[in-house]
């Protein structure tokens, strides 16, 4: 009968055994007649050591061995590669317990394996191996078979390593216009110029659309993009180069405030009574209620989740007296016929805003622009 070996690690001599009737087991798992390392050559006096038999003693009853693993992983995480040795054909599974299985692995698509670790395993036959993803490897389980098994090689498995993305800072760097700049990571580092996409969840289509993108220079990319005003969560994605499969960020919530204007009156005069009149405004802005009497003008917009208000207010008519404007946090006097006045006062989110014009004489007159900043 053949006796199978693993080639090669260190010297051990064989003496009284027929070079016909000795096969190696190369790394690859290809069958070499002893013979024919002879013609090329190679001493058969000498046989590697660690050889593990690939069957201690030739065992004649098959077994398999199975692999499975993960789709993929980011660069720098831990993966855990598992599998179950057994015997072949038998239902239910024969297990086999404290089989010794080689963890095997070679660059993707090179088929060159090489052991990587060993272990035994359970009771139950099963067995596991962690392994770091830094690139493209492909891996394979071998278990060299016993006196009793012969051995088995299972599947080949390939855990995509994908690159690690990193949110790193997002600010609004323009109330006004709604000027968004984020910031991120990309590890490893790609090649320079490489397109990193800005995504912004949409909850109700329940999907991520791309809002925006930029270039890495090395291991950084800066992207910059105008949007409305919103509490939303953003991320970031790229695509695969290999060795690296796609990577995406840890999603981060962001409150984008933007200005918007809550409403334009025309003038109006002090002398009108009234109770809640519902005020236009534009396409940003919500349902607005002005609520006025003789001697004052209030403003009660829906304000839920602003975080600044900024009135602009001015007097009408040359004739009219003096007025005063206040936003809480901050007053203003209007003069007669004078310049507009601009103010800008903090609120708390969550609350409803309340602005009073206060008029210093009956026959005042004001034109009055509230604009909210806002998140949506």
Same mark, same amino acid.
């Given at each position: 009968? %053949? ?13 009284? +055994?027929?070079?016909? @009737?000795?096969?190696?087991? @190369? ?35 098959? @077994? ?19 599998? *179950?040795?057994?015997? $072949?054909?038998?239902?239910?599974? +024969? ?25 035994? #395993? ?11 993803? *830094? @690139? &493209? ?34 600010? #609004? $760097? ?32 329940? *999907? ?7 270039? /890495? ?13 919103? +509490? ?39 002398? !009108? *009574? ?17 609520? =006025? ?16 208000? =900024?009135?602009?207010?001015?007097? !009408? ?15 203003? $006097? ?5 310049? %507009?006045?601009?103010?800008? &006062? ?21 034109? /009055? ?8």
């Amino acid at each position: 009968m %053949p006796i199978d070996l693993i080639w090669p690690a260190c010297v051990l001599d064989i003496v009284g +055994v027929q070079m016909d @009737s000795v096969r190696w087991l @190369s790394p690859r798992g290809i069958m070499v007649p002893a013979v024919a390392l002879v013609a090329a050559g190679i001493a058969v006096i000498a046989i590697v050591l660690a050889p593990v038999a690939k069957g201690t003693a030739a065992g004649a009853v098959p @077994s398999s061995v199975s692999l499975s693993a993960p789709a993929s992983g980011v660069y720098g995480s831990t993966v855990t590669l598992t599998g *179950t040795v057994w015997r $072949t054909g038998t239902s239910p599974l +024969v297990k086999v317990p404290g089989a010794t299985v080689y963890l095997q692995r070679s660059v993707r698509g090179q088929n060159r394996f090489g052991n990587l670790a060993t272990t035994r #395993t359970s009771s139950s036959g099963g067995y596991a191996f962690s392994v770091r993803q *830094t @690139s &493209a490897y492909d891996y394979r389980a071998y278990y060299p078979g016993s006196s009793t098994y012969r051995a088995a090689v299972s599947p080949v498995r390939y855990p995509v390593t994908n690159r690690y993305l990193a949110l790193n800072s997002i600010t #609004t $760097t323009n109330a006004d216009t709604g000027a968004l700049r984020v910031t991120g990571s990309v590890i490893p580092a790609p090649t320079s110029g490489t397109v990193v996409y800005l995504q912004q969840h949409l909850p109700e289509y329940r *999907t991520w659309a791309t809002v925006g993108s930029g270039r /890495t220079a090395a291991d950084k990319v800066t992207i910059t993009t105008s949007r409305p005003g919103s +509490v939303a969560s953003y991320r970031l994605v790229t695509g695969s180069l290999y060795p690296y499969g796609p990577g995406t960020s840890t999603s981060k919530s962001f409150a984008h405030y933007v200005w918007r204007s809550g409403f334009a009156k025309q003038p109006i005069s002090v002398y !009108e *009574t009234g109770s809640a009149t519902a005020m236009s405004n534009n396409s940003r802005g919500g349902l607005i209620t002005i609520l =006025r009497d003789k001697n004052s003008l209030f403003v009660l917009p829906d304000a839920i989740g602003c975080r600044q208000a =900024r009135s602009i207010t001015a007097q !009408e008519s040359a004739s009219s007296g003096a007025a005063s404007i206040d936003l809480g946090s901050a007053t203003g $006097t209007l003069a007669a016929g004078g310049a %507009p006045v601009k103010l800008n &006062a903090d609120i708390g989110p969550g609350f409803d805003i309340g602005y009073g014009i206060s008029a210093l004489a009956a026959s005042s007159q004001t034109n /009055t622009t509230l604009e909210l900043l806002c998140p949506n």
